[in-house]
Nanobody, 125 residues
Framework: VQLQASGGGLVQAGGSLRLSCAASGRTFSTYAMGWFRQAPGKEREFVAGIAWNGGSTVYLDSVRGRFTISRDNAKNTMYLQMNSLKPEDTAVYYC???????????????????WGQGTLVTVSS
């Protein structure tokens, strides 16, 4: 699976952005997917995850209720709708595919084997 993240940019606090992650490969629809982010000087952290069939989602506590993860398996694409953005959401956002097919999404970075190149989100105050 090869992943390409896009949709980042500069937005004011309170604004919205939608990130996309386009996947190549016939088996995209069989992998749990996740979004991670890494702010300058900080460790990469889990933001949101979605099951292979979209049946379950998980979120970082600080984004729950503001961010929504979704996927369209027919288009081999995953999304992250980000609303009510805060300056602390500023980071490079990465999409990732779980190492095992038909797995549940989880927050453990090492469980994800395939990574996109990242897209920068900057939220100004």
């Amino acid at each position: 699976v090869q992943l390409q993240a896009s949709g980042g940019g500069l937005v004011q606090a309170g604004g919205s952005l939608r990130l996309s992650c386009a996947a190549s490969g016939r088996t995209f629809s069989t992998y749990a997917m996740g979004w991670f982010r890494q702010a300058p000087g900080k460790e990469r952290e889990f933001v949101a995850g979605i099951a292979w069939n979209g049946g379950s989602t998980v979120y970082l506590d600080s984004v729950r209720g503001r961010f929504t993860i979704s996927r369209d398996n027919a288009k081999n694409t995953m999304y992250l709708q980000m609303n009510s953005l805060k300056p602390e959401d500023t980071a490079v956002y990465y999409c990732a595919a779980h190492r095992e097919r038909f797995s549940r999404p989880g927050p453990v970075l090492d469980e994800y084997e395939y990574w996109g190149q990242g897209t920068l989100v900057t939220v100004s105050s």
